[in-house]
């Protein structure tokens, strides 16, 4: 089978500044695809380009086999779209906005009726209907924005950092629906911040200064050699006072990062020191009770070592 | 796939969001009220002439005399800097339809016998017509026209002439004889509170969208550039000509207001002007990021239409820059239009041209808007 989006090595200039820098990857259907990177790096500029409405500098893509630098009239028929900012008109009600969303699709009468009925029964909407959208709180409003991007039944779905601002009860509902669309075959397109959000996904793509550098299963990222530079250990080192002992790591030449995860520190060092140095060096702060073992690097661990890497080799 | 069938319907979207934007209208009472009733208010409160300095007021002469006594008459009146002779009639005829059509605002007829009824001691009668609907002409040019008379029939008298007043000036004062400010500044305020309203309400409605984001959304919709301005204009044009129409009943039965022309070109030729302002609108919306930016720009074009359209002031007064300046302003062709039909009952033949004007500011205002959005991608 065909993969649902393709994107061919996408270049996207705004006059010297280069905001996507040949991107290539494939999105199967059904498939959950996150894709990640800081504000800014391009991946809002992605998801324009492959509705078709900016067009490549070079390199191309396609949705569904239309080509995004030709069809993004029929393109835009087949995909949904969904902001961080949601789209919705405030002053309307949930059914207005159902309506209106439905009709700029085409949508009328009869198809239009069942389509909403069957948005507002997956999302839940029910006893909403009739208030206006604007006070709907944040999570519903989502459930909204989600039901007026797929009233039209799109085959794809590009979702903008959808859970932003959402309390964690109402961000697993969400996602809760996603995977119960992509069980009927909608491909989801989602781009977040939140690590756990990522852990989701079938596969993530990594976004850094506008360049795709990872790419892959969250397993397979994990286990890039890149997130784990030959020569070096992860560990996770727990003691009493793990602030104090923050500063006394960073300031260690063999430590490459350390970061705080709850009570325990992540660290990246020279598989050189050894596990009994590092206990060493911690003593004299009071941290002698500390345990120390290997671990594998989290997504973010992986995310946070590529994303310097790069910094430093582009310096 | 053919090209019409895939680049889609290049209205797409313009009835969803035309009844969409009919929702918002009737959700925001207090946006309506004010859009409706502030105009109107203004309108009302409005009771007051504006009087200004009035020089060379154009003037078209018939000089039926031809004699040195009519030449030195006319020269006086040339003289005065009040009238600017430009242009000469050939009959009666001429002198009204210059009138009527606006191309002069006042008319000056020395009679055949007037120099031979100075010779035989008689009385000798100019007759002076002027555009009432103008009422801070009308008064200006009744005086200075006096004072011109009397001077010359002093001068005739002290050398020596027979009779009480040798020359005696008979004013006709057309379209507004009773020289009431309400008719000249009510046509002209139609101009200025329709495009008040709808260039702010147009341009409103898009700037909003796109703080809200709503826009970023539409673009990845099937709405086109297009069908979103139609469904932006429709709304508001409507809302426009409701307007229009209230302010004209209020005319005519508040300030009595006779509507000489007819009402039915008048409703005719004021939809260029609608299309012209609904134009303006949208192109200040593809150019305001914010809502305080589009109300600043929308005040930018208002404020010279109060004073550079011949609303408040004569544009034959006005430095040549500022002329220029009124002759880019469609409030300068509505208000012609306005007056034109309601004052002086002029018809197609004297307004067609101001009319194709507008009709050609309004079709490139939307044009230009068109393109912008297209090349924004409606963001």
């Given at each position: 089978m065909p993969p649902v989006i393709t994107a061919e090595h996408l270049t996207i200039r705004f006059g010297n500044f280069?905001?996507?820098?040949?991107v290539s990857f494939t999105v199967d259907r059904g498939e959950v695809f996150g894709f990640l990177g800081p504000n800014g790096s391009g991946k809002t500029t992605i998801i324009k380009a492959l509705c078709g409405l900016l067009k490549p500098s070079s390199g191309t893509g396609s949705i569904l086999g239309m080509d995004i630098r030709k069809e993004s009239t029929a393109i835009k028929q087949h995909v949904g779209y969904m902001s961080q900012k949601f789209g919705l008109y405030e002053d309307l009600t949930v059914v207005e906005n159902l309506d209106f969303y439905g009709g700029v699709y085409g949508l009328d009468g009869a198809t239009l009726d069942r389509r909403k009925k069957e948005v507002v029964e997956l999302t839940s909407l029910q006893p909403y209907l009739d208030r206006r959208s604007g006070r709907l709180s944040g999570g519903w409003k989502q459930r909204l924005a989600l039901a007026c991007a797929i009233i039209h039944s799109p085959e794809v779905v590009f979702l903008d950092e959808p859970t932003a601002g959402i309390d964690p009860v109402a961000r697993r509902a969400l996602w809760d629906l996603l995977f119960r669309l992509s069980g009927e075959g909608v491909t989801f397109f989602v781009t977040t911040h939140y690590m756990d959000e990522a852990e989701r996904c079938g596969r993530v793509g990594y976004i850094y200064l506008s360049k795709l550098i990872a790419l892959g299963t969250v397993d397979e990222l994990k286990q890039l050699p890149a997130a784990n530079p030959a020569g070096t250990e992860r560990m996770e080192l727990e003691c009493p006072n793990a602030s104090a002992a923050l500063v006394v790591v960073r300031n260690l030449?063999?430590?490459?990062e350390a970061t705080i995860f709850g009570r325990a520190i992540h660290l990246l060092v020279d598989q050189s020191a050894g596990h009994d140095r590092l206990l060493r060096d911690l003593s004299p702060c009071g941290c002698g009770e500390a345990s120390i073992r290997s671990v594998r690097p989290s997504l973010e661990d992986v995310f946070v070592t590529l994303t310097r890497q790069e910094a430093a080799a582009t310096r | 796939m053919t090209l019409a069938k895939r680049r889609g319907n290049p209205f797409s979207g313009a009835w969803p969001v035309c009844r969409k934007e009919f929702t918002h209208i009737s959700r925001d009472p207090a946006t309506l009220f004010f859009a409706l009733f502030l105009p109107i208010m203004q309108l009302l409160l409005f009771g007051f002439a504006i009087d200004t300095n009035i020089r060379q007021i154009p003037t078209i002469v018939l000089d039926e005399a031809r004699t040195q006594e009519s030449a030195r008459l006319l020269d006086m009146f040339a003289n005065s800097d009040a009238f600017h002779m430009n242009t000469v009639a050939q009959s009666d005829g001429d002198l009204r339809k210059a009138i009527v059509s606006g191309k002069a605002k006042a008319g000056i007829k020395i009679p055949a016998d007037f120099s031979r009824r100075l010779q035989n001691g008689q009385q000798a009668t100019v007759l002076l017509l002027i555009d009432g609907s103008d009422s801070t002409v009308t008064s200006y040019a009744v005086n200075v026209s006096n004072g011109i008379l009397l001077q010359e029939s002093l001068r005739r008298l002290a050398g020596?002439?027979?009779?009480?007043?040798p020359i005696e000036v008979r004013h006709t004062v057309l379209f507004n004889p009773s020289t009431r400010s309400a008719n000249f500044f009510v046509p002209g305020m139609i101009a200025i509170v329709l495009q008040a309203m709808i260039i702010m309400l147009v341009a409103f409605s898009i700037v909003r969208e796109r703080e809200k984001g709503t826009l970023e959304q539409l673009a990845l919709t099937p709405v086109k550039p297009l069908g979103l301005m139609v469904g932006k204009m429709t709304p508001y044009g409507l809302l426009g000509f409701l307007e229009l129409c209230t302010i004209l009943t209020l005319m005519r039965v508040v300030f009595r207001v006779p509507i000489q022309g007819s009402l039915i070109l008048l409703l005719l030729f004021s939809l260029p002007f609608l299309l012209t302002i609904l134009g303006v609108g949208l192109l200040i919306s593809t150019k305001a990021k914010t809502q305080t930016e589009a109300f600043q720009m929308a005040m930018g074009t208002l404020l010279p239409s109060v004073f550079?359209?011949?609303?408040?002031?004569?544009?034959?007064?006005?430095p040549l820059v500022f002329r220029w300046i009124s002759h880019v302003m469609p409030a300068t062709y509505f208000i012609a239009i306005l007056r034109g039909i309601?004052?002086?009952?002029?018809g197609i033949g004297d307004l067609w041209l101001d009319a194709l004007v507008l009709l050609g500011m309004g079709t490139a205002a939307i044009l230009l808007a068109a393109l912008q959005f297209v090349r924004s991608g409606a963001q």
């Open positions: 280069t905001a996507v820098d040949n030449s063999y430590v490459r | 020596g002439a027979a009779g009480a007043m550079l359209s011949g609303y408040m002031f004569l544009i034959e007064n006005m309601i004052l002086r009952g002029a």
